[in-house]
């Protein structure tokens, strides 16, 4: 059998056809690169007056083959495949629909014309794994829209819509019908051949435009190089001629392939995909959902409702009481009025979104519902209640899913008729925003289930982990380490604001302290009292937090946790009293307190983070450390860059990470147990 050419060439009278076949997304593959060199070949040979240069499936090209980086580079290269088609002597018409990135988009500025279906969305996300263009994008992008649009692009991975590319100049045409047609159109009356992009100038931009930038960039990269690559690449066009500035772009990014960034970059790229399909339901179908009830509507419910109603879900929403569905309703509405003034919502979806969208008291509302799930305290007796009543007015077969935290939903769901259709779908708050979607599964969910549960994660836009039951799952159960660690350099010798400035300096958004006084001081307070009974008297305890709590110090809603906040200020402040309270519990309790270094404080944190994810996959809670690294970088703020703690422990090597997580237990004896994965490096 005749292997299937990716690039095709068809001669109609004077006009050639060049098409891109590479499914799933025509990535510019070997095989594709060289196809293309083929062609301009071949329509030169042919005599053609034009070529139009379109691809076949869902989308123009988008982006890249990722799998061969790391691998010896094969010829032909994209940047000479992608001069060859700008300099042939047939010009070229691209003729574009779905997406056009990365690749895609460099090949699209290296024809004479643009044509883009409307909606079409352009882009170059290179900095997303780590790298800038490799094929002169950040050379020809500001000679097309300009330095301030393209630094968007580039440095921020932001999409262009067709028609906002067209406005700055980037496209000839955008049409509402098939753009080979309107190509085709085009091409009877071709105007004069424009300048090459490449050979256009760049507009001038003011003189601190570039520091300005720079130091805007840097304080929300949290320490991520490629977006500061990107500028640096992005500078270059305004500062030389295209022949200087393209090798200086290609040679930026072949090195940066092989550094720990886009290795970190890229380990996430694919992990994503990876964790969405556990083997637990290889070759499982889903069931449909169309229809959901949320039992709660407090801030976690309404936000499951607004995720719900943004993937086309009708959902009914179930309160204690007529005053608090009221409530709720006006509390999600709010959310999908947010988020039309935000432009992440059009005026007509939002208003399709309230009409499938019901607040009640009545159980019996949610009858004929395909999935639900509860979002109330956590609180056993009251959870237990819910599916008691849930359970009386579903149809016996729909799905029923816990939104716990910590508990086991094996005790949650004691007693409910046909407990396969049982699990947990741990959303993480605020749920409309974050990614994160921990699907637990009991030992008596069906494959079926869970399948249905990663589909409709899927709708959602979460990225879902399967988890098995421990006590606070893979997330809560790793912070509950990662917080204890912090508690007890505290009490040897660290403050607050010194962890947490270690931690974002590593790139965490916000240190452990900061993260508890946003959230609450109280919910960690109700778990600790909760463990209290099954902890192991060996295990050293820190009371530094209770104590706070037990002070009403809860956090930024009482306004002092941690730190101290003024009225309508969530700014921090140092606390002296809480410094106080510190050094005096290291006295009471005769500890010699000693300063710990940064870098000491973020090593250490993270040698637990990665001790705990790895017991966590020995004891087969998560199939995979690709797991443990996906819900520490959507549920818990990770640096997406540094690749999760796992990744990163590979990176900097397990036998550092090692050393460090026996001097955090030699200063704990009979706190810590040590994981196969470090105990032997």
Not at 86 to 102: K, R, T, W, Y
Not at 112 to 129: H, Q, S
Request: aromatic share 6%; with cysteine.
């Amino acid at each position: 059998m005749t292997e299937r050419e990716p690039v095709t060439v068809r001669i109609e009278g004077d006009l050639a056809w060049v098409r891109i076949d590479n499914p799933p997304v025509n990535a510019t593959s070997a095989a594709v690169r060289a196809g293309l060199e083929r062609a301009v070949d071949a329509v030169a040979a042919a005599g053609a007056r034009a070529a139009i240069l379109s691809c076949a499936g869902k989308t123009f090209v988008a982006g890249g083959d990722i799998s061969e980086f790391g691998k010896p580079p094969i010829l032909p290269h994209l940047p000479d495949v992608v001069t060859k088609i700008e300099q042939s002597d047939v010009p070229f018409i691209a003729a574009m629909h779905g997406n056009v990135l990365g690749g895609g988009f460099e090949i699209a500025m290296a024809c004479a014309w643009r044509i883009a279906r409307a909606g079409t969305k352009f882009g170059l996300p290179e900095v997303n794994i780590g790298l800038v263009p490799g094929a002169g994008g950040s050379q020809r992008l500001p000679r097309l829209i300009g330095v301030e649009a393209s630094v968007e692009v580039a440095c921020q991975a932001k999409m262009l819509d067709a028609q906002t590319l067209h406005d700055l100049g980037g496209l000839d045409m955008v049409t509402d019908g098939d753009p080979e047609l309107a190509a085709a159109e085009f091409a009877k009356t071709l105007p004069d051949r424009p300048a090459p992009v490449s050979a256009r100038p760049v507009a001038p931009v003011a003189s601190d435009f570039f520091d300005t930038t720079r130091a805007a960039l840097r304080k929300k990269s949290k320490g991520q190089q490629s977006p500061l690559h990107n500028l640096d690449a992005i500078a270059w066009a305004t500062q030389m001629p295209f022949d200087a500035g393209q090798p200086k772009e290609r040679a930026l990014h072949l090195a940066l392939r092989d550094g720990a960034e886009s290795r970190a970059l890229r380990h996430v790229f694919f992990a994503e995909r990876t964790v969405a399909r556990p083997g637990a339901i290889d070759g499982i179908a889903p069931r449909d959902v169309a229809r959901i009830a949320v039992v709660g509507g407090g801030l976690m419910g309404a936000g499951i409702a607004m995720a719900a109603l943004s993937g086309g879900l009708s959902v009914t929403l179930v309160e204690r009481d007529a005053d608090a569905a009221a409530a709720a309703h006006d509390r999600v509405a709010g959310l999908l009025e947010g988020a039309v003034s935000r432009g992440k919502m059009r005026a007509d979806d939002h208003a399709a979104a309230l009409a499938r969208f019901t607040a009640t008291a009545d159980y019996a509302d949610a009858a004929g519902v395909d999935l639900a799930v509860e979002a109330v305290f956590e609180d056993l007796a009251v959870k237990q209640e819910v599916f008691r009543q849930l359970a009386a007015v579903v149809n016996g077969t729909a799905i029923l899913a816990t939104n716990t935290s910590y508990l086991d939903p094996r005790e949650i769901f004691a007693g409910i008729a046909n407990p396969g259709r049982c699990l947990g779908l741990h959303f993480f708050s605020p749920a409309h925003v974050m990614k994160l979607l921990e699907i637990v599964k009991t030992p008596d969910t069906e494959a079926a289930v869970l399948a249905t549960a990663f589909a409709l994660a899927k709708r959602l836009r979460k990225v879902a982990v399967l988890s098995g039951i421990c006590d606070g799952f893979i997330g809560n159960r790793m912070l509950s380490a990662y917080r204890r660690e912090a508690d007890y350099l505290l009490a040897d010798g660290a403050l607050p604001h010194e962890v947490d400035a270690a931690m974002r300096a590593f790139g965490m958004p916000m240190g452990p302290y900061e993260l508890q006084d946003l959230t609450g001081l109280q919910i960690a307070w109700a778990n600790r009292k909760r463990q209290a009974a099954t902890r192991d008297p060996a295990e050293r305890y820190v009371t530094i937090a209770d104590q706070l709590c037990e002070m009403d110090r809860l956090g930024q809603r009482s306004g002092r946790g941690w730190y101290r906040y003024e009225a309508g200020d969530r700014t921090p402040r140092h606390d002296a009293e809480v410094d106080a309270l510190i050094e005096r519990y290291s006295a009471d309790n005769r500890i010699s307190r000693r300063a710990f270094t940064a870098e000491e404080i973020a090593d250490r944190l993270v040698a637990v983070l990665v001790n705990e994810g790895a017991r966590i996959v020995e004891e087969g809670i998560a199939e995979r450390h690709a797991d443990v690294d996906m819900v520490q970088i959507h549920g818990y703020g990770f640096p997406r860059w540094r690749g999760g703690p796992m990744h990163y422990a590979t990176e900097i090597g397990t036998d550092r990470v090692a050393r460090t997580m026996r001097d955090v237990a030699e200063q704990s004896p009979g706190s810590w147990t040590i994981s196969d994965l470090l105990h032997g490096a």
